[in-house]
């Protein structure tokens, strides 16, 4: 059953009447969704029965991760709705350790309060010897700019320490959050791998745009959003940007994040973007869609995630162990975000 499944959700939504009025739309039942999404019936009975249902994943180039599934969260849409509105789900987002939405002009000053801390000490003396490689995303006026650091800090203590690498860190996330309001992926700077070698986190959420293609069918609007941003703009969506503390595999580090939502009266659209990564994986873009069912409601979820880490030698081995390990992850994500809404931890 291997299928774009991450990328044709979003066209579910679109099929019906109201997509660009929240007041007035309709939602797709379960059974519908379930026929568009040529899924096998069962599916619906497995996620009723509580299962978080994974689906096979369509990887279209080696660098991609790719997985979808399917859960049911038994509570009604308007709860599910009112925790998704706010930062309350972020709570049980285990990686995040903190995080700061970013209104308005992404100055310096608007990432002050996030930043390392003095148990971050060796994670910041990496970036001053940080050079081309995996190791971290950093473009060569990045590198250069943590490596001019490196002759300013010495004999700082740890506090002041931090305090220089952490505005060196806001004035490189502004720019990069700037740059991408502005021109939108076009805007998106890559990342220093070798003298020569680039990587390009605008060429992959390119191509994880691309393989939404049937949105055009259902979803025009939406589609032309993800494809065109920030000239592509549509009534009753909104535009959130954060950036994010987080624990990716044991190190600590930053991400920039572009969520668009559409809160309808009858279902739920969201889009993410992962624009910025600190290391480990290079961007994300994320789909997901909530329907009411009975007293119930239905989360589809689909992501790409795109790292070059499992390119190479073996690769076909390490995108193996890649997807499963993702999937994992994200199950267990998802299952931690259901138990809270059906906990009413969220609240």
């Known amino acids: 059953m291997r299928q774009s499944f991450a990328f044709v959700l979003v066209a579910v939504f679109a099929v019906f009447p109201g997509f660009t009025g929240a007041n007035d739309d309709q939602s797709p039942s379960f059974d519908e969704v379930i ?107 990045e ?30 996330l502004a720019e990069r959050l700037r740059r991408y309001q502005a021109m939108g992926l076009n805007g998106i700077t890559t990342y220093q791998r070798s003298g020569e070698e680039t990587s390009s986190p605008a060429e992959e959420l390119v191509t994880a745009t691309r393989a939404m293609e049937d949105m055009k069918r259902y979803a025009p609007e939406f589609f032309n959003i993800l494809q065109n941003f920030p000239d592509a703009q549509l009534t009753d969506v909104e535009h959130r940007f954060y950036v994010f503390k987080a624990d990716i595999e044991g190190r600590t580090g930053f991400i920039l994040s572009h969520r668009i939502y559409f809160f309808g009266t009858e279902f739920t659209i969201l889009a993410e973007r992962h624009i910025y990564t600190p290391h480990s994986y290079n961007s994300l873009q994320l789909v997901a869609g909530i ?55 969220t609240k």
Request: aromatic share 6%.
């Open 143 to 172: 590198i250069a700019r943590f490596r001019k650091l490196r002759a300013e800090v010495a004999g700082l203590d740890d506090a002041a320490f931090i305090d220089a690498v952490n505005k060196v860190i806001h004035t490189s």
């Open 35 to 141: 026929s568009l999404l040529k899924m096998d019936p069962s599916v619906k009975q497995r996620a009723l029965a509580g299962e978080i249902v994974m689906l096979d994943r369509d990887n279209s180039i080696d660098k991609e991760l790719a997985l979808a599934l399917v859960a049911v969260i038994r509570r009604p849409y308007n709860e599910v709705l009112n925790a998704v509105k706010g930062n309350r789900l972020f709570q049980f987002n285990g990686y995040i350790l903190d995080f700061v939405e970013i209104k308005g002009s992404p100055d310096e000053s608007k990432f002050q309060g996030l930043g390392f801390t003095t148990s971050d000490t060796d994670e910041g003396w990496a970036l001053l010897e940080a050079k081309a490689g995996n190791r971290s995303n950093l473009s060569t006026e």
């Open 291 to 345: 329907i009411p069912h009975e007293d119930s409601s239905v989360l589809f979820y689909g992501n790409r995630t795109y790292t070059d880490q499992v390119s190479g030698l073996g690769s076909s081995i390490k995108h193996s162990v890649g997807s499963e390990m993702m999937a994992e992850e994200i199950k267990a994500l998802i299952s931690d975000v259901r138990d809270g809404l059906e906990s009413g931890k």
